[in-house]
Nanobody
Framework: QVQPVESGGGLVQPGDSLRLSCAAS????????IGWFRQAPGNEREGLAC????????YYTDSVKGRFTISQDTAENTVYLQMNNLKPEDTAVYYC??????????????????????WGKGTLVTVSS
């Protein structure tokens, strides 16, 4: 069963860094693209970053480009989201999702995550002083 499992959320102060993990339970990263999303209270779900498990090509949305970095540890079958200089507006539930890979490269984030993914249950990140 394809089940992404997020961890690493918590309460941090503005300006802090945090690294989220997405463990690929029941599947191998090399056959999937993995995306990170977030949803703040009252807001729609927002895409952040995507990585191609086979070759680690990465794609970002403009909202987090430069502050957030997606990466993976193939041996651990885990994808990470490194978040730097966190702001109160980054407060949200962060989700990762896995989508069957159909290409080795994409034009942008939207292509990387187009299709129906398998969702994790999310991890809460709260940025507050």
């Amino acid at each position: 069963q394809v089940q992404p499992v997020e961890s690493g959320g918590g309460l941090v102060q503005p300006g802090d860094s945090l690294r989220l993990s997405c463990a690929a339970s029941g599947f191998s990263l090399k056959y999937y693209t993995i995306g990170w999303f977030r949803q703040a209270p009252g807001n729609e779900r927002e895409g952040l970053a995507c990585i191609v498990g086979f070759n680690e090509n990465t794609y970002y949305t403009d909202s987090v480009k430069g502050r957030f970095t997606i990466s993976q540890d193939t041996a651990e079958n885990t994808v990470y989201l490194q978040m730097n200089n966190l702001k109160p507006e980054d407060t949200a539930v962060y989700y990762c999702a896995a989508k069957t890979r159909n290409r080795l490269s994409y034009n942008d984030y939207n292509e990387c995550m187009s299709g129906k993914p398998f969702w994790g249950k999310g991890t809460l990140v709260t940025v507050s002083s």
